[in-house]
């Protein structure tokens, strides 16, 4: 007893939320036990399995549903085999193990690349020579840098009819490729036929995939680069060089022919015009020539004397009228007699001193003795005087 009451005295006591959580629990465990002593029925062997097949069934069925995205499609397969396609939204299907669902994105743009890697990946874009060298139809070696842009337009076909689509489509873009090349020169490929060549490289890809049924469409074909292997380079670039130095010359002599030639045609043309002046303007000149002759002829017919007369006056008026001289009247035994008139040539207001001669002439018999003329336009009344 002693030892006892020793023990008891050294137990510590147990707080007071711990008393109440063990009252509570011996609380609900009499009730509990209570409960189904009551309702032994109700939870035979038999009801419970039943209850938790049906909770288990319900779930079952409730996995079938699924829900496709936009820009998305379902494809069903029921043992393995394709049931159907289902379009965006909810949607049920017998669950596994009677029915699988794949879901498959029809608008994502895919990519792949032949003949070298993409940058995204690496620090760098190198080639892949197995991919990228190709001959050429005139013998020689280019690396071709292609990309093929492609989407899934068939999920069923996409799903079933090739196990390995991408690769697929990458052997044949590369075997449309070196065909394609092959067929065609390398200045055609590096320079002017490069659009030709990838509608054709593209059309051959869509021909190909379509009759394999991959359900695969061809977006775009992108010729990222075309170029001789760096070992020739140099050499390419060089003949590059020299290809463009002739393009230029031969642009430089069009240029200066366009400019030359319009300009030779436009003074040929002047000039033919001059020419079709000058012989109207002569034509015309002759004709009224002719025209005043004719009239002169009849008025020379009419008074001969008179009309010689004044045909030699007006001649020497024309050919003096011009002319900075003085002319005076002498006999036909006296020399000639040519003498400066500087004052009265100024007086007169014919011009300089210094271009002015006075130059004595003798007229026709039947011109007056004496007369002083003039030839600047400006006349000296005749002086009649006796030897």
């Known amino acids: 007893m002693s030892s006892e009451k020793h023990n008891t005295s050294k137990q510590t006591p147990q707080p007071d939320w711990r008393l109440e959580i063990d009252k509570y629990w011996k609380q609900v465990s009499e ?12 939870f035979s062997a038999g009801k419970v399995a039943s209850a938790v097949g049906g909770t288990m069934a319900v779930v079952w069925l409730a996995s079938g549903f699924y829900i496709v995205d936009q820009g998305h499609r379902g494809v069903v397969t029921r043992f393995g085999a394709y049931s159907e396609t289902t379009m965006p939204g909810p949607n049920w299907h017998i669950p596994v193990p009677f ?3 794949a879901i498959v994105n029809v608008e994502q743009q895919r ?13 760098k874009s190198s080639l ?3 991919e990228s060298l190709m001959l050429t139809a ?13 989407q899934i337009n068939n999920a069923r076909e996409y799903l079933f009819n090739v196990k390995n689509n991408e690769n697929t489509l990458k052997q044949l873009t590369e075997s449309v490729e070196r065909a394609v090349i092959g067929r065609n020169s390398m200045d055609f490929v590096l320079t002017e036929g490069r659009s030709q060549i ?7 890809i869509q021909a190909g995939m379509d009759e394999y049924k991959t359900g695969i469409s061809i977006a775009s074909v992108n010729l990222q680069d075309a170029q001789p292997p760096e070992e020739v380079q140099g050499a390419f670039e060089d003949a590059i060089r020299a290809r463009e130095d002739k393009q230029r010359l031969i642009n430089e002599a069009e240029a200066y022919a366009n400019e030359v030639i319009p300009k030779a045609r436009g003074a040929a043309v002047r000039i033919v015009q001059e020419a079709e002046a000058y012989e109207a303007e002569k034509v015309a000149k002759a004709k009224g020539e002719t025209e005043r002759f004719d009239q002169l002829l009849v008025e020379y017919e009419k008074s001969p004397a008179i009309t010689r007369k004044r045909l030699y006056l007006e001649a020497k008026e024309k050919l003096y009228s011009n002319t900075n001289k003085v002319m005076l009247e002498a006999d ?7 003498m400066p008139m500087p004052q009265t040539l100024q007086q007169h207001g014919t011009g300089a001193a210094g271009n002015n001669e006075v130059e004595s002439v003798s007229e026709p018999h039947n011109a007056e003795k004496g007369a002083v003329r003039k030839t600047s336009g400006n006349e000296l009344r005749p002086s009649r005087s006796k030897q």
């Open 31 to 42: 009730k509990t036990g209570d409960f189904f002593n009551g309702h032994k029925r109700m």
């Open 99 to 101: 029915e699988n669902v």
């Open 111 to 123: 990519f792949i690349e032949v003949g070298y890697t993409d940058s995204s990946r690496i620090s």
């Open 128 to 130: 892949i020579p197995q």
């Open 138 to 150: 005139d013998e020689n070696i280019i690396a071709v840098r292609l990309a093929v842009q492609y």
């Open 198 to 204: 990838v509608a054709e490289i593209k059309e051959q």
């Open 332 to 338: 036909n035994t006296n020399p000639m007699l040519y």
